[in-house]
């Protein structure tokens, strides 16, 4: 680095005394992975900061509550893995323009720069889903469940004020089975089967880790004092745990009906079957 003095540093970092050296905060450092960390588990930038938030987790302003912007602004920001792009302000360029090639390991690196590349995969769809924004983590399966009979993904919707899963199909009106699970039903068959201790048995090194650490999460959910933030954290856990999730909502049988069928909530013989990793699909039978 030039004996240039440093006028500003990204948020995350310090600057040295004499402003001539970038500073790597450790904890700081820490936040940012995490906010990366969620970004790739799924979760939008609304979705960060009132997980932040909720985990009292202190800003690096002088703001008493994370912004989404400033969430999103870093998550776009290649300075996070040390990249930096010379700009022009020329021709008074509020935000300046690209001005020759970026040069990296310019800043102390605090993610590297595949988290980086993958977050931003994570990032364009979770703005491609519509329903995610905002504070309402109800579904903590999105993205991860998928239609038994013609493999679309299952939809969080409400029918008649009751919340449900359906095939993507179904809620386009182009048939497959109209059949549609209660949320809340399958929550409470889906988390018990994953927290069952002969599955974590099976489990092993990190697998057994990551299994143990979503069955205490599953555990406490119900008493805890931020269920939110659980439910945050389960659903980050479950998009690294669950390889696959098939969903058969009408059971074994399946007759496909016309578009203009009514929906059919939680039909008898309604099982899922789910991969975890690269293990056996296991099938999971909801008793109701
Ligand atoms: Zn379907």
Redesign the pocket.
Known sequence: MSDKKISAAPSWLGLSDDRKQFLFLPERAEVVRRIFELAIGGMGSYAIANYLDERKVPTFTNSESWDHTSIDYMLRNRATYGEYQPKSFAGGHKKGIPSGPPISDYYPAVIDRKTFETAQIARRQNLANRGRKGNDLANIFAGLAK?A??G?ELIFHRVANVQVLA?D??LNGKG??RTAWTYEDFEITVLPFLAHPALVERAQGDRKVKLVELADKIANLPTSQEPYAVRVDISVLLKGIIAEMVVHSAGIVSNPRLPSASITKDVRGRFLEIRLWDGPLEKCICIS
């Open positions: 239609c009979y013609c679309h095939c199909q179904v497959c089975t």
